[in-house]
């Protein structure tokens, strides 16, 4: 059985990821996803907004030297950030530049899900609370930014900003069950009878109508 | 107090209620191609699982495969590698795949529908988001990511949150060159991008009801371009007929019986909605994109619109299409040049699509400066389209008619837009990037009016080419 690793509180340097319906298409753009393995996907994130078609860096934030930093990273983000394409490649590619944590107005669905699967939270805070995290950011990127899960709060340069996050998942991160498959798996007796109940595992036998 | 169908299909596969809150679901069909499946395979050989219901899931191979030959090794070795490991994959875990050119093979979201693997009342799932195809059928069908695919493998199920539902009502009808791309392409419009996060969208009213299950696909399809991660129909008699005979069907009195099980699965009339929004058909008229999200679209006879007619969450994403496009607002979306015509993709690469492109192909030629490719969505598709001599007719007119698979839809074949190039697509994104070149430009529209545009050389309506 795996351990468990429960996920309270991220503590990392912020990097500001500006713009409404940014699609996991932009996150990562497909050519890169012809590969079997997600190692290696960080170096391709936000590839060619960061890239011309040389090579060349446009000068995006992620290559920013004031937002360089070590360890762990929080992405704030805005409206409907991961929308699109349900390619886990995009919070792989997050991941493994070094994303453990996003702030955000909101998520698309299927993006949230796949952090989620990732042991990477995803909170949402009000509009006027990002804008603010974004400025000040962008004013003094080399200050630490704290996710906290237990009191749902994020604080940044001492100010501090309520965050949500529906419970269940909340749940999930700090009891340390997000990686789901072992969980479910506990109930394959149900899960075996869930199938039995259904007609049409059974092929619509004669007992159906019964 | 009623239930609607997800409500009832919810409750049918619901294994237990977990700690968190969530509920851990029973998945009925799982489909699998080999662009979102290698890592989850992976995960399951270093966990040392097995996959639990081998026979519940299906595979074939669409993403990266070429359309223009099927030989073998593929010249991109990448595409090569990730078929060897789907290969390797399906056998070493006892998967049926439907390999190409086995007469089966064809984008994952044609092919269940087309063998009678999606099924009304069953809970449906693939690496994939448009797997809100499935739920033309009256299936509860999503799109899961990698790990999730690794769960269904090992265990059938998956931690969901129940969405809410609203429903989306269109009543009326459709005005002749108007088509049920026309009408989510409208929806999104209206509702926005994000309109649906959170949502189940339960389609219905008279434009729904009267459409064929093909065109249906086509809507639920598209649900997710408006945030909506399923989307559904009722199932009713069209429904049932359409799997009447069908390879994975159930057959004779397990047939009827089945009918009988899916008919109860459909939403109650009482049946209690979060949301509801309505529209009606003569109000859609053949719809573009003019932008850089399926919800910036316009009709064809409209111009694109300034920022002011934005919400102001959407404004700067208007200013950025303006600039990504080359497009002024005001300007008119007809005339716009094109350069590549690409009809195709789960969103219409069946039949009835092909069909009514060819009614527009047959009328005239292909421009020359036009590049334009036919993508039939399945090998099933191809047999068919071909034994109406669909094919002989794009290929008279100068399209390209090629072999099933997603193609220029996202690119990650040969089939990619070069430069700045403007493509009008059958396909149902049109993000920056989308068609396989950073710069590359997307105008989404009904396959009938990638047709005329390839034909007149600009976007154009199609209603003007039509004969009365």
Redesign the interface.
Known sequence: M?ELIRIEKIVGRPVPLR???I?T??II???F??????DGLGQYLFY?ERFD?SGKPKGHVLDDPRFAAKGPRVAVVN??FG???????A?QALLRWGIRALVGE?F???FF??CM??GMPCVCAS?ADIAWLQQAIEEDPQQDCVVDLRSMRVEYRGRIIPVTM????R??LL?G?W???R???Q??D??RQ??A?????R????E??S | MGKTLLEKVWE?????E?????T?L?I?LHLVHE??S??AF?MLRE?G?RV??PERTFATVDH?IPTDTRQRPYA?P??E??MR?IERNCAEFGIRLFQASSGYQGIVHVLGPELGLT?P??TVAC???H?STHGALGAVA???????V??VL??????M?R?KVRRVVVDGCLARGVYAKDVILHIIRKLG??GG??YAYEYAGEVIECMSMEERMTVCNMS??G?A?LGYVNPDEKTFSYLRGREFA?KG???E??V??WRSMASDPDARYDDEAHFRGEEIGPTVTWGI?PGQAIAVDEAVPPPEAFPP??R??AE?AYRYMGLRPGQPIRGMRIDVAFIGSCTNGRLSDLREAAKVARLGKVKPHVKALVVPGSESVARAAEAEGLHEIFRAAGFEWRMPGCSMC???NPDKLVDRQVCASSSN?N????Q?S?AGRTLLMSPAMVAAAAIAGEVVDVREILPA
């Open positions: 795996a713009g409404n319906d699609d298409d932009r753009p497909a050519r996803m012809k590969v079997v393995t997600f060619d078609g409206k409907n929308c699109g394409s349900s390619r886990e490649h919070p909101s698309a669905d299927i899900g796949n699967a990732l509009e529906p419970e269940g998942f749940r999930q009891e069950t990686d789901a498959t969980i479910l798996l109930a394959e149900a899960i869930t199938a109940r259904l007609p049409y595992v092929g619509f036998g004669a159906v109508d | 049918a596969h619901t294994v237990r977990l700690p968190s809150g969530q851990q029973f009925g662009v979102t290698p890592q992976e966990q699982l639990l219901f990266i991109d990448q595409a590698g990730m490991a099924q009342g069953m690496g994939d988001s797997t999503f799109g899961i990511g990698t790990s999730q690794r769960d090992a265990t059938q199920c998956l931690a949150q969405p991008v994000k996060v959170g997710i371009e945030g991660r159930p009195e397990a047939f019986r089945a009988r099980w999200n969450d959407e700067e994403v950025e996202l690119a990650m994104r993000f920056k990037g989308r396989g950073p």
